[in-house]
């Protein structure tokens, strides 16, 4: 079961489940608002999650205009009607347009923003700090750090988090480095402080072992009503049992971020598999094959995804 833990500036206990659920649209790349709705209930009711970072790399909210991205924060704030905290991500890479999608989520109801790196260029401690104080001064919401260090040329340091936590009120980090000395620096940095959450492939069942906050990332959620058993267990398992779960999500993941079509095609894909109306991606990524699809379901069928409690929920 999740470990007990409390933490200094977040209101969250324990070990946490924070996913990013797909934003659906049309063939046409129409904004698909009810199908959106019945993705985040499945999240909440099936799921169970603690929190979720909606318009996310996987929610494509690098896609979503200004109005789209109000009208997202708004169809969030109603489904979850308080039932959890939930991030509406505002990066961009100029400041001021973070401000503006932060005052675009506050007006529709969102309980808080999620806050990257400048995106593409390089940067300094300097300037992240002071990006996050200002963005903080501007919308004082409750904040997911994302560390976005694959769509930058700058990554946050362990030192960087304990920095933005002391000028941001900071909730919550989603860290996407794998390095594992960077991972145990950030944990020992800022771990008592707010949850510092992995999800790569390689990182998320390890973390959890280590005493981070819990996971994030793509793949969990297609587990369905295991997925807290599965996951949270980890501390109970044995070492075989540990390694069969590493396995079957390093499978899942894997197909869902690499080989098989571009992200977020394939998560798209396995919800649609599970019976969850998550929409086709929007330009430039394209919808998987029908060779692509049939090899998502042989490797969701071999990981035990589309077995079981889960296949009843299609």
């Not at 909606?54 to 924060?73: H, K, M, S």
């Not at 499978?251 to 929409?279: E, N, R, T």
């Not at 035990?304 to 009843?312: N, T």
Request: proline share 8%.
């Amino acid at each position: 079961m999740p470990m007990e833990k409390t933490y200094s500036q977040s209101p969250f206990t324990g070990q946490i489940h924070c996913p990013a659920p797909v934003t659906p649209f049309s063939p046409e790349g129409e904004l698909l608002l009810d199908d959106f709705a019945q993705v985040l209930r499945y999240h909440l009711d099936v799921v169970q999650v603690d929190t979720m970072l909606i318009a996310g790399c996987n929610g494509e909210g690098y896609a979503l205009d200004d109005d789209e991205l109000g009208q997202v924060a708004a169809t969030a704030a109603r489904i979850v009607a308080g039932r959890i905290p939930f991030y509406v991500h505002v990066t961009r890479t100029p400041t001021r347009e973070c401000i503006r999608r932060a005052e675009i989520a506050a007006q529709n109801g969102a309980y808080g923003i999620a806050l990257g790196q400048p995106q593409i260029y390089d940067s300094s401690p300097e300037v992240v700090r002071d990006r996050f104080a200002e963005v903080a001064r501007a919308v004082p919401l409750p904040m997911m750090v994302y560390n976005l260090s694959h769509l930058s040329h700058y990554g946050f340091s362990p030192e960087d988090m304990r920095a933005l936590c002391d000028v941001a009120p900071v909730e919550v980090i989603k860290d996407v480095p794998t390095d594992f000395d960077h991972i145990k620096r950030t944990l020992v940095e800022v771990g008592d402080r707010v949850p510092v959450l992995y999800g790569h492939k390689d990182t998320l069942v390890p973390a959890l072992l280590l005493g981070g906050g819990g996971f994030v990332g793509t793949g969990p959620e297609t587990f369905g009503r295991d997925c807290r058993r599965l996951f949270f267990g980890v501390h109970e398992m044995s070492p075989q049992e540990r390694m069969d779960l590493h396995c079957r999500y390093g499978m899942v993941s894997d197909a869902l971020m690499w080989s098989v079509g571009l992200p977020p095609a394939g998560i798209k894909a396995a919800m649609k598999m599970i019976g969850v109306p998550a929409g086709e991606p929007r330009e430039h990524v394209k919808p998987l094959t029908r060779e692509e699809w049939n090899r998502l379901q042989s490797i969701l069928i071999e990981a035990g995804v589309l077995e079981g409690d889960l296949a009843k929920i299609a």
